[in-house]
C-alpha cells in the first residue's frame, strides 16, 4: 500500500478522504432510509468537514510558506471570534489592534524557524508590553479584567496554534520522510478523530456525566471510547507519519485524547461563563473557529514539545 | 449604457473589493438572510453605528441584485469632491442626502427612488449616534412612507461594526460583526405607531442575538 505514494502524507491524507467518503455515504444512507429524520446538522456537519480538509490538504501539500499563513489565518480568525464575545472595554479597542499585531509577527518567527523568539515572544515580551499599552489608555476600572482575558486570548489563538506550524520546521530525515507535515497531519487526525470518537461513543453508549456542570453531553463513556479510539489511530498512524517507537505512540494516542478533552471542557466553561453556546458561525454545524479548534489548541504545544524533547 | 458601465463597476466593487475585505477583515454572523431581498419598491431601515454600515449592508446583497439597491448616506461627507459624489452615487450605490437644511425636503430623492422602484437602505436614527447606542428613531421615515403608503420596512440590526470602526476614528480593529434580519413592516399611516412598532422590532432583533456591548 505504503508503495503506492512517494510521499506518506499523501497516503495520510488519502485515509482522511475515504474516511470522509464514508461518511457522506452514512449521512445519504440516513436520508434515504428515514426519510422524516432530520439530518440537516448532521449533513452540514459533513458538508464542512469536506471544505475543512479540503484547504488543509491545500496548505499542508503547498509550500511550507502557504501552510504557515494558513495557521495565521485560523489563529487570526479564532481570536477575532474570542474578542467579539468576551466583555471588554471601549479603552481596549486600540490595545486590541496592537495585540493582532502579534499574529504576523508570530508566524514570520515560525516561518523562520526562530526557535528562540518564537517560544518566548508572547509569554515575555507581548506579557510585558500589552498591560503596559493597556496603562496607556488610562482607565484602571476593568484593567486586570481586561489584561487577563486578552492575554489569555493570544496564548489560546496565537501562542498555542501556532505551535502547529511550528512542528513544520522538525526536518525530514532518512527514517522519517514526512517530516513536519506528517507530524502536523498525525496531531490533527489523532485531535479532530478524539473529538468525533467521543462524540460518537457518547451518544452510542454515554450514561455517566463527568463534568455536568460544565458540560452535561461529556461522559465517560464517551471519553474513554475517544481514548481508545484515539490510541488506535495512533497505533495505525505513527509508523509512516511520525518517528514514534510503538510504545510512544500508545502514550500520545492516549495523552492527546486526555488533552484534547481538557481542552474542549475549558472552551466550555468559558462560553458556560459568557452565556453562549457556539463562539461564531464561520463554519456550518460546526458553530465557529474556536469551536472547532478549542481541542487543538491546548493540545499542540504540549505534543510540541514532548516530541521535540524526545525524537529532535 | 452608461448605466451598464455603473453596474459593472458595482460589481467588481462589492464582489472583487468590498466583500472579500469585509468577510476577512470583519466576517459577518448574518441571520435570518432569506429576509433580506430586494422586492421593488422597499425600505430596508438598519440602526447606524459606523461609516461601515452602508458599505455592509449593500455587500449582503446579492451581486445580480445590487443594481436594484440604494443606499442613503450623508452628502456632506460622501460628495467631498466631485470625483467622489460621481463615485459614491454611481458606483456605491449612494443617494446622498443634505443634512444641512439646504433643500426644501431633504429626503425627496429617497421618495424619487422608490418612485422608481429601488430598494432603499435608510437609517431612521439619523447620523451615527454614540457607537452601539441605539438613538431615538427620527421621523423622516415616515414622512417617506406618506409618500408611498404600499411600501413595507425591512429592520436590519447590527452590532459590531461600532466596535470595529467607530465615530471618530480612523483605525479599523476587527470584530465579528452580528447582523439580524427582522420581519417586514407595512404602514397604516401612524407616525407614531410605525415608529413603535420599528423600535420594538429593532429591540427584538437584538434580543435574539448574543451582544457583547463595551463594558
Redesign the interface.
Known sequence: MIRFFDNPVHLGLAIVIGLLMAASFIVFLLQKLNQNGDYKELSDRVKSWWVMVGVFSIALLSSPVISVIFFGLIS??AF??Y????????AD??V??WA?LTIPIQYVLVASNQYGLFIVFIPVWVFFLLPFRLILAKQTD?FL?SVSAISWGLMITVFAVSHAAMLMQFPVTKDHVAGGAGLILFLAILNQGNDVAQYVWGKLLGKNKIVPDVSPNKTWEGFLGGVGTTMVMSVLLYSFLTPFSFIFALFIGAMLALTGFIGDVTFSAMKRDL??KDA???IPGHGGILDRIDSLSLSAPLFFHIVRFFYY | MEQKIHNILRWFFYGVVVRPILLLIL?F?ARHMERLKPRGAHLIAANHNSHLDAMVLMSLFKLCDLPKVKVVAAKDYFCRTPLMAWFSINVIGVIPIDRQGGADNPIQPVIDALEEGYTVIIFPEGSRGDPEQQAPLKYGVTKVLEAHPDVQITPVYMH?LG?AL?RG?A?L????CEINIGEPITWHGDRAKLIDSLAASFAHLKSEM?V?P??
Do not use: D, H, T
Open positions: 487570526f480568525l477575532k471570534e474578542i467579539s464575545v468576551i466583555p471588554l472595554r471601549k479597542r486600540r486590541l489592534f493582532y476593568g479584567q452565556k453562549i461564531g458561525a464561520l | 466576517g454572523n459590531g466596535k467607530p476614528e483605525l480593529v476587527p470584530f465579528v448574543e457583547k463595551w463594558q
